[in-house]
Structure formats: structure tokens, C-alpha cells
């Protein structure tokens, strides 16, 4: 599995990286892959409005509705390795601009989905966006975590996915406004059953807001093709040529094994499993509110609450990040496991206002999750750390077995779904109290 993601050479690209580094010229580059990571989160999220929506033009119970976003994240296992194959072919730059279109196709089949009502279109257009998106994700977030130096990486990896943050945090004020606050369904009651006329009407009320994401996107792809964007590096910036180092490098590789990084080993489930925490909570959370004995909301009033939810995420990672740079990643990551699954108790059980500001406020707990067991889990792995990027990015397929807690929701009730989510916290916190210790030398051991 390791081995076409290990030809996506990071080693490769150090020279360059390091030169524009002692120029202080790979800012601007950060910057502009800032508004990547807001893209993605951007359209990401779309999907936790597009979702109820669905429900009610497909008449979908949430089984049904869930397997929508687990068929998006299933994407990320697809197209993990041809992504770090067209990476090594065409170069970084060329493989974000392609990466760009992929989505800007995607998005484009969600108009013709509206068209012709179809199930099958949606997954599909879905399906290829969120191919996309993973090849945006397995050079972005690597590029990220070793561009500086190795022991300011988390802090560093959380203060660019706060823009990410940003485009999850905007994105239900978008979705709500032109998909829900413009069809029947979003203004209907809980439990309303739509004429086959509404549900044309609300099919088609999707094009608007994807003809103007598609738009964006190809405006990005132009400005990222016309820009000098450093190679991607790693942190030490030897002075070999390009050549001379990635020879060097892959001889270094055949002697190392991944799977003698216990950080790694047990990083990767951790991103997979709390990928199943963060899209079950927010693919379910509208329906959640909406519901009499929790908010008693419209889906369109519920979408300005989850506006609330992924607020937090980017009030989270701000914070995360200041905090890291007092205290140790691993102790910042147990902390937010914690609260967590203290608030997701709460959520299974409480009712009324209690029951939704706690799922509320589980955005702030989770802000920091990713990132951070991103780096925590390539500490460490020196010339092995693209390979291990790339089973970190293909763990976010996590997110597919969201399918299971919709499965829970119809037969043990929705509120009762989110102690899976619990359950998620408790691996979180397991990882960052033993698991990202690389063997017995412990977290703190040198990055790559």
C-alpha cells in the first residue's frame, strides 16, 4: 500500500524548499494554500446542508442519507494512490490545478443531477469532487507539516486548517441560504412530506449554488497555474540536487519499515476512527436540532446553528495552536478527547436547549483532532514520512462508515446514535496518552 504513495518524494523537493525558506518566500505559498484548505472545507460542509435536503426529495431514511457522505469519503481510499501517482508524474502545482477541475466537473454534475432528479447522478458528482479534494489533501497537508521547522509542525499544520475552518464555518450560511431557504423542504415542519412538485422544485434548487462553487474553482485553478510555487520540501533542505537526493532517499527506504512506527500505526485508525465522530455529528446535526424534543427548528433555521458548530472548529483551532506552543501537542490532544466525549454524553442524553448546545460545543473539541494526530503520527518517520502521509490521507475514508451511525439512528434513535461517537473520543484520547509514542523513546522524538 505504502509503496506508489512513497514515489510522491518529498525528499526530492528539500533543495528548493529550503532555498525559499532562507528567502522567506514560501509565505505567500502557505497563503495561497490557505485558500485551498478553505475550498475544500468549504464544499466539504455544503454537504451537511445538501443532506436533509436530500432526505426529503428522495424520500431516503438515514441509512439511505448517510450513505450519500460515506460514498464521498469512500472516495479518499479510491483515490488516494492514483493521487500520489499523478503527483509524482505531472509535479506538485500541476496536480493541485488538476485536482481543482476534478472538482469544478464534480460540481457541475450536481447541476445535472438537479436536472434529472437522480440518486445515482448525485453520488456520482459527489463521488468525483471528493476525488478532487484528496488529491488537493495528500500534497497539501504534508507540504504544510515539513515546510518549517519539524517541532512547531502541529501548531503550524491547526493555524493553516483554521481556514479550513473558515470555509466549514461559512459554508451552512451558504448552503442555508440558497439551498434550504430557497426550497419546501428547508421551511417545512419536521416529519412534512413534500408534492412531487416541491420535490422537482427542490432538486433544482441546488444549481444556483453549485454553478457559483464551480466558478470559484476554476478562477483558483487559473491563479495557482500562474503562480511560482516553491516544490514541496522538507524541513532540513540538504543541498544535493533534486536527483542526487531522491536516490538517496529511496536507499534509505529500503532498509525502513512503516510499520515499526507505533505513532503511525496507531495514528492511522485514529484519523479513521475520528472521522466517524466529526461527519457523524455534523451530517445528523440538523435533523438532530430540527427535531420537537431537542430544538423543534426548520432545517433552514437549523443551518444557522450548525454555522455555530463549525464556528467553534475555527475558534478551536486558533486556540489549539496558541496553546501548542505551550504545551505539548499530545497534552493539548488528550484534553480535547476528554470534552469530547463529555459533551457527546451529554448530547446522547440530555434534551431540549442542553442537548443541542452540547452538540454545539463539541466544534471546539474537535477543531484540533486532525491536525494534530496528522502530526503526531509522521513524527519521526524521516525519509518514510510522504509514505506515511499518504496512509494518513487515505484514513480519512473513516468518514464512509458514517453509515453505521445512520444505521443506529433508525433502529435506536437518533439521539442514542451519538454515543458511537463517544466511543470515538475514547480511541482520540488512547492515542494521545500512549499511542503517538514512536516505540519507547516517546512523542517528543525529532520530526522528519
Given at each position: 500500500?505504502?509503496?506508489?504513495?512513497a514515489?510522491?518524494?518529498?525528499?526530492?523537493?528539500?533543495?528548493?524548499?529550503?532555498?525559499?525558506?532562507d528567502?522567506?518566500?514560501?509565505?505567500?505559498?502557505?497563503s495561497?494554500?490557505a485558500?485551498?484548505?478553505?475550498?475544500?472545507?468549504?464544499?466539504?460542509?455544503?454537504?451537511?446542508?445538501?443532506?436533509?435536503?436530500?432526505?426529503?426529495?428522495?424520500?431516503?431514511?438515514?441509512?439511505?442519507?448517510?450513505l450519500?457522505?460515506?460514498?464521498?469519503?469512500?472516495?479518499?481510499?479510491?483515490?488516494?494512490?492514483?493521487?500520489?501517482?499523478?503527483?509524482?508524474?505531472?509535479?506538485?502545482?500541476?496536480?493541485?490545478?488538476?485536482?481543482?477541475?476534478?472538482?469544478?466537473?464534480?460540481?457541475?454534475?450536481m447541476?445535472?443531477?438537479s436536472?434529472?432528479?437522480?440518486?445515482?447522478?448525485t453520488?456520482?458528482a459527489?463521488?468525483?469532487?471528493?476525488s478532487?479534494?484528496?488529491?488537493?489533501?495528500?500534497?497539501?497537508?504534508p507540504?504544510?507539516?515539513?515546510?518549517?521547522?519539524?517541532?512547531?509542525?502541529?501548531?503550524?499544520?491547526?493555524?493553516?486548517?483554521?481556514?479550513?475552518?473558515?470555509?466549514?464555518?461559512l459554508?451552512?450560511?451558504?448552503?442555508?441560504?440558497?439551498?434550504?431557504?430557497?426550497?419546501?423542504?428547508?421551511?417545512?415542519?419536521a416529519?412534512?412530506?413534500?408534492?412531487?412538485?416541491?420535490?422537482?422544485?427542490?432538486?433544482?434548487?441546488?444549481?444556483?449554488?453549485?454553478?457559483?462553487?464551480?466558478a470559484?474553482?476554476?478562477?483558483?485553478?487559473?491563479?495557482?497555474?500562474?503562480?511560482?510555487?516553491?516544490?514541496?520540501?522538507?524541513?532540513?533542505?540538504?543541498?544535493?540536487?533534486?536527483?542526487?537526493i531522491?536516490?538517496?532517499a529511496?536507499?534509505?527506504?529500503?532498509?525502513l519499515?512503516?510499520?515499526?512506527?507505533?505513532?503511525?500505526?496507531?495514528?492511522?485508525?485514529?484519523?479513521?476512527?475520528?472521522?466517524?465522530?466529526?461527519?457523524?455529528?455534523?451530517?445528523?446535526?440538523?435533523?438532530?436540532?430540527?427535531?420537537?424534543?431537542i430544538g423543534g427548528?426548520?432545517?433552514?433555521?437549523?443551518?444557522?446553528?450548525?454555522?455555530?458548530?463549525?464556528?467553534?472548529?475555527m475558534?478551536?483551532?486558533?486556540?489549539?495552536?496558541?496553546?501548542?506552543?505551550?504545551?505539548?501537542?499530545?497534552?493539548?490532544?488528550a484534553?480535547?478527547?476528554?470534552?469530547?466525549?463529555?459533551?457527546?454524553?451529554?448530547?446522547?442524553?440530555?434534551?431540549?436547549?442542553?442537548?443541542?448546545?452540547?452538540?454545539?460545543s463539541?466544534?471546539?473539541?474537535?477543531?484540533?483532532?486532525?491536525?494534530?494526530?496528522?502530526?503526531?503520527?509522521?513524527r519521526?518517520?524521516?525519509?518514510?514520512?510522504?509514505?506515511?502521509?499518504?496512509?494518513?490521507?487515505?484514513?480519512?475514508a473513516?468518514?464512509?462508515?458514517v453509515?453505521v451511525?445512520?444505521?443506529?439512528?433508525?433502529?435506536?434513535?437518533?439521539?442514542?446514535?451519538f454515543?458511537?461517537?463517544?466511543?470515538?473520543?475514547?480511541?482520540?484520547?488512547?492515542?494521545?496518552?500512549?499511542?503517538?509514542r514512536?516505540?519507547?523513546?516517546?512523542?517528543r522524538?525529532?520530526?522528519?
Amino acid at each position: 500500500m505504502a509503496g506508489p504513495i512513497a514515489r510522491v518524494d518529498l525528499s526530492a523537493a528539500r533543495t528548493a524548499a529550503a532555498v525559499a525558506r532562507d528567502r522567506g518566500g514560501y509565505g505567500a505559498a502557505l497563503s495561497l494554500l490557505a485558500s485551498l484548505f478553505f475550498m475544500w472545507g468549504f464544499i466539504t460542509v455544503i454537504n451537511n446542508t445538501l443532506l436533509p435536503h436530500l432526505r426529503s426529495v428522495f424520500d431516503l431514511d438515514y441509512t439511505q442519507t448517510t450513505l450519500i457522505e460515506s460514498v464521498w469519503f469512500i472516495a479518499y481510499f479510491v483515490a488516494s494512490i492514483p493521487a500520489a501517482k499523478l503527483i509524482a508524474r505531472v509535479g506538485y502545482k500541476r496536480a493541485l490545478v488538476t485536482g481543482l477541475g476534478i472538482m469544478a466537473l464534480g460540481t457541475l454534475g450536481m447541476v445535472l443531477a438537479s436536472h434529472q432528479v437522480s440518486y445515482a447522478i448525485t453520488l456520482t458528482a459527489l463521488f468525483v469532487i471528493a476525488s478532487g479534494i484528496t488529491l488537493l489533501q495528500v500534497a497539501a497537508n504534508p507540504y504544510v507539516a515539513v515546510v518549517g521547522p519539524s517541532e512547531s509542525a502541529p501548531a503550524r499544520l491547526n493555524l493553516v486548517q483554521a481556514f479550513n475552518s473558515l470555509g466549514t464555518t461559512l459554508a451552512p450560511l451558504f448552503g442555508g441560504y440558497l439551498i434550504l431557504g430557497r426550497s419546501a423542504s428547508g421551511n417545512a415542519a419536521a416529519g412534512t412530506v413534500l408534492t412531487p412538485a416541491e420535490r422537482l422544485a427542490d432538486a433544482q434548487s441546488v444549481q444556483l449554488p453549485y454553478l457559483i462553487v464551480a466558478a470559484i474553482l476554476v478562477m483558483l485553478a487559473v491563479v495557482i497555474a500562474r503562480f511560482p510555487l516553491p516544490a514541496m520540501g522538507g524541513a532540513d533542505g540538504a543541498a544535493a540536487p533534486a536527483a542526487k537526493i531522491a536516490k538517496t532517499a529511496k536507499a534509505e527506504r529500503a532498509g525502513l519499515s512503516l510499520w515499526r512506527h507505533r505513532n503511525l500505526v496507531l495514528g492511522v485508525p485514529a484519523i479513521f476512527i475520528y472521522l466517524i465522530a466529526e461527519i457523524g455529528v455534523s451530517n445528523l446535526f440538523i435533523n438532530f436540532v430540527a427535531q420537537p424534543e431537542i430544538g423543534g427548528l426548520t432545517h433552514a433555521q437549523a443551518a444557522r446553528y450548525l454555522f455555530l458548530l463549525w464556528g467553534g472548529m475555527m475558534v478551536g483551532r486558533f486556540v489549539g495552536s496558541y496553546l501548542m506552543q505551550r504545551q505539548t501537542a499530545e497534552a493539548v490532544l488528550a484534553g480535547a478527547a476528554i470534552g469530547a466525549c463529555a459533551v457527546m454524553l451529554v448530547a446522547a442524553f440530555a434534551a431540549g436547549p442542553v442537548a443541542m448546545w452540547a452538540l454545539i460545543s463539541v466544534g471546539l473539541f474537535h477543531a484540533i483532532m486532525f491536525p494534530t494526530i496528522f502530526t503526531l503520527g509522521i513524527r519521526g518517520l524521516g525519509s518514510l514520512t510522504e509514505a506515511g502521509s499518504g496512509l494518513l490521507i487515505m484514513a480519512i475514508a473513516g468518514g464512509s462508515l458514517v453509515v453505521v451511525q445512520g444505521w443506529a439512528a433508525d433502529r435506536f434513535g437518533l439521539q442514542h446514535a451519538f454515543l458511537i461517537t463517544a466511543a470515538c473520543e475514547l480511541y482520540v484520547l488512547f492515542y494521545a496518552l500512549w499511542g503517538c509514542r514512536p516505540g519507547a523513546s516517546g512523542c517528543r522524538s525529532e520530526g522528519a
